[in-house]
């Protein structure tokens, strides 16, 4: 079975800061990926990051890069300097590969930029 | 604009009737993801299919089913509503059925009243 913890319901960051959104996982599957969606507030759901599970480097998409710790099983999303634009809701997800796998969501962060 | 299309946008019904969600991947994308966004519950995943075929499930209930046509279009069929599944319907869309970059479309608000 998979799971995604996401702990912080809730953060704000002062515009142009950088900011850690945390983002635990459990899973016994040796392969698997793990990915970062972005919700504004229109509803969309919009793809940010992904780290494959034997991916040694952290995985860097413009502002985002997710700090990938396997052996803590914590992927966690850095948005560096951040803008207004960035506020919206962040969901952790990740998928096993091979066989028969299902696609796991945390219950996201709201992120809230303030001026 | 992910290319992904969503019909209907919204769709308001009464308990007990059926409807049918349908959904558009990108040119090229073989893959079609289905998943519920509740209040409640969250993003839940409920189906994928790939080439037509089932490739994985989620916690997808028994009166809800969905298919992948020929020419890769897929519908999210639910029946039997209760006002309960009143949520938002995703579908995402991807190359492959490994592949890590899907592609959501912009969903359907369900409403049983």
């Known amino acids: 079975a998979q799971k995604i913890t996401q702990t912080q319901p809730g953060m704000f960051v002062q515009e142009k800061e950088a900011v850690t959104l945390d983002c635990t996982y459990d899973?016994?599957?040796?392969?698997?990926?793990l990915f970062w969606y972005k919700q504004p507030s229109s509803g969309e759901m919009i793809f940010l990051i992904y780290?494959?599970?034997?991916?040694?480097q952290n995985a860097t998409e413009g502002r985002y890069s997710l700090n990938f710790q396997k052996a803590r099983k914590s992927a966690n999303l850095v948005i560096s300097a951040s803008q207004l634009g960035d506020s919206a809701m962040y969901f952790c997800a990740m998928r096993g590969y091979g066989g028969y796998q299902k696609v796991t969501f945390g219950t996201g962060t709201k992120l809230q930029v303030i001026p | 604009d992910s290319g992904v299309t969503q019909t209907p946008k919204h769709l308001i019904t009464a308990t007990g009737q059926r409807v049918t969600l349908r959904c558009s991947p990108r040119s090229g994308d073989l893959s079609v993801y289905w998943y519920q966004q509740s209040l409640d519950q969250g993003l839940q995943f409920l189906i994928q299919y790939y080439n037509g075929e089932e490739r994985a499930k989620g916690n997808i209930l028994e009166r809800f089913s969905a298919q992948q046509f020929p020419d890769l279009h897929s519908e999210l069929n639910l029946s039997s509503l209760e006002l309960g599944d009143s949520a938002l319907y995703f579908c995402?869309?991807?190359?492959?059925?490994?592949?890590?970059?899907?592609?959501f479309g912009p969903g359907t608000r369900l409403t049983v009243t």
């Open positions: 899973t016994s599957d040796q392969s698997y990926g």
């Open positions: 995402a869309s991807s190359v492959g059925t490994g592949s890590y970059e899907q592609y």
């Open positions: 780290q494959g599970s034997y991916d040694e």
